[in-house]
């Protein structure tokens, strides 16, 4: 796979706390320069970057990040403020203490719910399978199939693991055929981009891609 094909797949991220316009910047000058999926960031910028680059990026943005607790109507707020400032991509956090409450009809409708919200918008789930079992994320992969979500997404990158292979080969086992796969948190090498890629990610998530493919050492969070 080239580099260029890599990039196509990615969501250049962006999501510290304490991200600067200038930050922001730079990051959206690397997405237009090599044509990334997307550009991830706070709600807070979604307007600016719109003002700023119109259609030259692709922007995405999270609700409920990263924690998912806040209630359902609070997300939905979050979207339509998103979409109406030019956002075209939602990433949301479930409700991870309703998956560990065995409240999986809930997390569904909530997802329902903000699909409709979205509506013809792209949205991804993040079910943050660091904290669930396996019987909790196969619970998610059918509530992700049934709401009629458009992706599963691993993690926020803030929680105490990310991405791994066997989530990765557990989700496709169980997700709807019209449902994809987003990969994120601690992907840091071109090896890993690679890897998530083949499983089957269509999307991954990181702020270290356009550093790796350009041969650079890249720390960073996410």
């Known amino acids: 796979m080239t580099t260029e094909e890599m990039l196509s ?5 962006q999501l510290k706390a304490f991200a600067t316009w200038e930050d922001i910047v730079s990051l959206c000058d690397e997405a237009v320069e090599f044509h990334t999926a997307s550009v991830c960031v706070p709600p807070c910028y979604v307007k600016r970057i719109h003002d700023t ?4 990026v692709n922007i995405c943005t999270v609700i409920g990040f990263p924690l998912g607790y806040s209630v359902t109507e609070a997300k939905a707020a979050e979207i339509r403020q998103a979409l109406a400032e030019g956002c075209n991509e939602i990433d949301m956090v479930v409700n991870i ?4 409450n065995g409240d999986f009809d809930k997390v569904e409708q909530e997802i329902r719910t903000l699909k409709g919200v979205c509506g013809d918008h792209i949205l991804k789930v993040i079910i943050e399978a660091c904290y669930l079992t396996q019987e909790e994320k196969i619970a998610m992969c059918r509530a992700v199939t049934n709401a009629g979500a458009d992706y599963i997404k691993t993690s926020t990158g803030f929680g105490t693991g990310g991405a791994v292979r066997e989530d990765v080969e557990l989700f496709r086992k169980y997700i709807g055929p019209q449902v994809r796969i987003k990969a994120a948190g601690g992907i840091s090498t071109l090896e890993d981009l690679e890897m ?3 499983l089957g990610c ?3 998530g990181t ?3 356009v550093g790796l493919c350009r041969g650079q050492s890249v720390k960073g969070d996410y």
């Open 53 to 56: 680059y119109g259609d030259k």
């Open 9 to 13: 797949r990615v969501d250049h991220t």
């Open 196 to 198: 998530f890629i083949s």
């Open 207 to 209: 702020s270290r891609a």
């Open 97 to 100: 203490s309703d998956v560990k």
């Open 202 to 204: 269509d999307r991954i």
